[in-house]
């Protein structure tokens, strides 16, 4: 129990578990995945010439460790969890009590349904990004990027770099009439702002044509994608009548803005503010001894995450007594890093044209293969409004994703759904049934101190 | 390390990814859905979307773009729903 635990080893997760154990307390760090690092700084095998992050001092790493579950225990909480192959069977199950818990579970993309986003070669920016970083394989040959906000650019360079012809980067809102007009949050910004402008140099040089207010608006194909509709949008995000183009592509990818990945903090019971996980300004969650840093509390990119993690993993080390010297740097960059995330923001909203695109036969749900035709009907006909009657009538987001692609845009669709309702997710992760029903606890994690 | 997949010998790499061997070799989709029998590959790439499942030694429902490979693995394509166990 007396020990600082972080689930996510990405910047913010990192960063907590290092100021924490600089404090002298014990601190474990879990993630999933096999190495450190999490989305950011994702590196790709040494048998693909990629180099391994080094340990951090003080840290025991549980890698390749999911948290599948998590529940209250008298002065703290109870983690469950599974150590091996990705959905293999028979991984080995562990629990680990904490009363200092740091949860930094990151966001994923949110994409946006068109006609034919089921086709294989449709792909969202960060799947790219990871195949590129962590496997150095391109998802296309002939690859389009779309969607809102400056991750495609990041996307785009490292697509390059595994030697896919980037045929155009097309931001659905006009981000130069955005944030570059907040002085302050430029000011703020200034080394993002730097990055930003490298990557234009870096389109430029590669002659990727960068196009604002256009958007894929549909991907064509039998089997496999070949095709795209682009379209120039309006301020609205409806689709100019006329401006309707087809290319050929081998891939496309979207991207528009992040999703929180927050059932760990739903199941703690964090209150969440929108969409976000509520904290305060020492990264406190509204339930004690939980700690929340990185983007499952606002999307604002690693620098931010990073400097959350430092005061997420002192915060739960003083919990337990550890001593450290107050982070005033990160205190800065959080403030600093929050101004131009809000600008950011801003700049690149999801706006509502995107319904327009949608035909009855699009998937909104992918995995239980739910239509928009489906869906509409659902809510006309049987009042399916909430979420779990929604789930039940029309089977959205009942699937092996558990509404983790779908959610937030069935509740786009349908109106006055509830974030939290959405995340509820009783299991966390996969694990396999026969697992469940041999839930053994090995003595050597058992804690009970 | 030789892996196999839908029975042909691949050779890969240490840390590679069964997505990663898959697209590596010119593949983008080795599932069917349940009800449109339709054919999927990866969405999300980070275990998210569950979009990217294949059979990896006998066992469905593996997410291809977090399974590491290992020297051996006998990977096929899934159709439609599988149930743990079932013939190929
Ligand atoms: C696919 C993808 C690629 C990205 N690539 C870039 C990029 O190249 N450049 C850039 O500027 N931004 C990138 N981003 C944006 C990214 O979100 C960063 O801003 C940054 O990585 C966020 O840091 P974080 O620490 O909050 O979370 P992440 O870096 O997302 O780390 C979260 C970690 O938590 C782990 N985790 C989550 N749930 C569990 C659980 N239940 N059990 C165990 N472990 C768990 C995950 O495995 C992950 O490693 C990317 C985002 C995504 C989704
Ligand atoms: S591609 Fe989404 S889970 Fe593998």
């Given at each position: ?258 999703t929180p990945q927050l059932e760990l903090a739903v199941a703690a019971g964090c209150r969440l503010a929108g969409e976000f ?173 | ?36 029998d339709r054919p999927r590959g990866v969405f999300c790439g980070i275990g998210v979307c569950f979009d990217c499942l294949v ?34």
């Amino acid at each position: 129990m007396n020990r600082v635990v972080v689930v996510g080893a990405g910047p913010a997760g990192m960063a907590a578990a290092r100021a924490a154990a600089a404090t002298g307390v014990e601190v474990v760090l879990v993630d999933s995945a096999q190495g450190l690092g999490g989305q950011y700084h994702r590196r790709a095998p040494e048998s693909l010439g990629g180099n391994e992050i080094p340990p951090i001092p003080g840290v025991r790493h549980l890698a390749a460790t999911t948290v599948w579950a998590l529940e209250p225990v008298p002065g703290g909480h109870r983690l469950h969890l599974r150590t091996g192959p990705a959905d293999a069977p028979g991984r080995q199950a562990t629990v680990l009590d904490t009363a200092a818990l740091v949860l930094a579970t990151g966001a994923y993309d949110r994409a946006l349904p068109f006609p034919g986003w089921d086709l294989p070669g449709v792909f969202t920016a960060g799947a790219a990004q990871a195949l590129a970083k962590g496997q150095k394989v391109a998802v296309g040959s002939r690859v389009l990027l779309a969607g809102t906000g400056p991750f495609l650019l990041p996307v785009a360079e490292s697509l390059i770099g595994v030697g896919a012809r980037v045929l155009g980067v097309l931001e659905a809102n006009i981000p130069v009439g955005g944030w570059l007009r907040d002085p302050l949050a430029l000011l703020a910004g200034r080394a993002k702002a730097a990055e930003l402008a490298r990557y234009v140099t870096m389109l430029a040089r590669h002659r990727v044509p960068f196009r604002p207010r256009t958007t894929v608006i549909a991907a064509h194909g039998t089997d496999r994608v070949t095709e795209v509709t682009t379209a120039r949008l309006t301020a609205d995000w409806r689709v100019r009548p006329g401006s309707e183009r087809r290319v050929p592509v081998d891939a496309v990818c979207v991207g528009f803005g992040f999703t929180p990945q927050l059932e760990l903090a739903v199941a703690a019971g964090c209150r969440l503010a929108g969409e976000f996980v509520e904290v305060n300004e020492a990264q406190a969650t509204s339930v004690a001894g939980v700690f929340a840093a990185g983007e499952i509390t606002g999307i604002g990119g690693a620098d931010l995450s990073e400097a959350e993690g430092v005061l997420a993993g002192l915060a739960a080390a003083r919990l337990l007594g550890g001593q450290g010297e107050t982070p005033r740097r990160a205190i800065a960059a959080v403030r600093a890093g929050r101004r131009f995330a809000a600008a950011l923001d801003r700049a690149h909203p999801v706006r509502a044209g995107w319904q327009s695109w949608l035909a009855e036969d699009t998937l909104i749900c992918r995995c239980e293969e739910v239509d928009y035709g489906a869906l509409c009907r659902a809510v006309r006909d049987r009042d399916a409004i909430g979420v779990r009657s929604l789930k039940l009538v029309s089977r959205v987001g009942l699937g092996a994703c558990q509404g983790r692609t779908c959610g937030r845009n069935a509740a786009d669709l349908v109106g006055g759904l509830d974030p939290a309702g959405l995340a509820r997710r009783p299991i966390a992760a996969p694990v396999r049934l026969g697992e469940l029903a041999t839930t053994p606890v090995h003595p050597n994690e058992r804690d009970t101190s | 390390m030789r892996v196999r997949v839908d029975g042909q010998e691949k050779s890969a790499l240490p840390g590679q990814t069964v997505a990663g061997v898959l697209l590596a070799g010119g593949r983008v989709s080795w599932r069917t859905t349940r009800n449109g029998d339709r054919p999927r590959g990866v969405f999300c790439g980070i275990g998210v979307c569950f979009d990217c499942l294949v059979v990896v030694n006998g066992v469905p429902d593996v997410r291809a773009c977090q399974r590491v490979v290992a020297d051996g693995d006998e990977i096929r394509t899934q159709l439609g729903a599988e149930l743990p166990g079932s013939a190929s």
